[in-house]
């Protein structure tokens, strides 16, 4: 799923008005560790690319705005190594806008859901947002589970669930609450 930031948001002057617009740019997903809302316990918040002590005429603009877990959001705070708004990342240092084009090219995920860095500045990001030791698998995992409980559910509703898929649908639901009350232990 491509992220993609409306161009046509009308200005706000409180950058929290944008809180549905940006949910609904971001497909309820964290742009740093790509945790969907739903299995989050400790909510989203808003985070500024460039962070407001960097860049204050940045506040409200909805182009400086990414949807954040609390996790990342507190992992990266003020950070912004280059110490000059205009550039992001000098090639070592730095953070990568989640809706730009190269974010792909520095951070990605394995086969197993963890996310892995393929550059020096997504081994930076990586290291700020400590994913060597947030359940980045787990999260993917849970994801998966919740998708797949979705679509059970649908089937559910609609009667036609055999005695199998009932058992399935349950067993999914254990699996996933097992695997929430962990991640809220890891502080997600
Ligand atoms: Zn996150």
Same mark, same amino acid.
């Given at each position: 799923m491509k992220i993609v930031r409306r161009t046509d948001q009308p200005a706000e002057n409180d950058y929290a008005k944008y809180r549905d617009a940006l949910m609904e740019d971001f497909w309820s997903i964290c742009g740093y560790c790509g945790k969907h809302i739903r299995v989050s316990r400790r909510g989203f918040e808003i985070d500024h690319f460039v962070?407001?002590?960097?860049?204050?005429?940045?506040?409200?603009?909805?182009?400086?705005?990414?949807?954040?877990c609390f996790t990342c959001n507190r992992k990266k705070g003020k950070k912004w190594p280059t110490k000059n708004?205009?550039?992001?990342?000098?090639?070592?240092?730095?953070?990568?806008?989640?809706?730009?084009?190269?974010?792909?090219?520095?951070?990605?995920?394995s086969s197993s859901g963890s996310i892995e860095h393929y550059t020096k500045v997504g081994k930076y990001m990586?290291?700020?947002?400590?994913?060597?030791?947030?359940?980045t698998e787990l999260v993917w995992k849970s994801m998966e589970l919740a998708k797949r409980k979705q679509e059970l559910y649908k089937i559910k509703n609609s009667s036609k669930l055999e005695k #199998?898929?009932? *058992? !399935?649908?349950?067993? #999914?639901?254990? *699996? !996933?609450d097992q695997l929430l009350d962990h991640l809220l232990g890891k502080g997600e």
């Open positions: 962070p407001i002590s960097t860049d204050e005429t940045r506040k409200n603009d909805y182009s400086n705005l990414v949807m954040s708004k205009e550039i992001c990342h000098d090639g070592k240092h730095g953070f990568v806008d989640p809706t730009s084009e190269e974010y792909d090219s520095h951070l990605g995920r990586y290291g700020v947002f400590k994913f060597h030791l947030r359940p #199998i898929e009932l *058992e !399935l649908f349950f067993e #999914i639901q254990e *699996e !996933l």
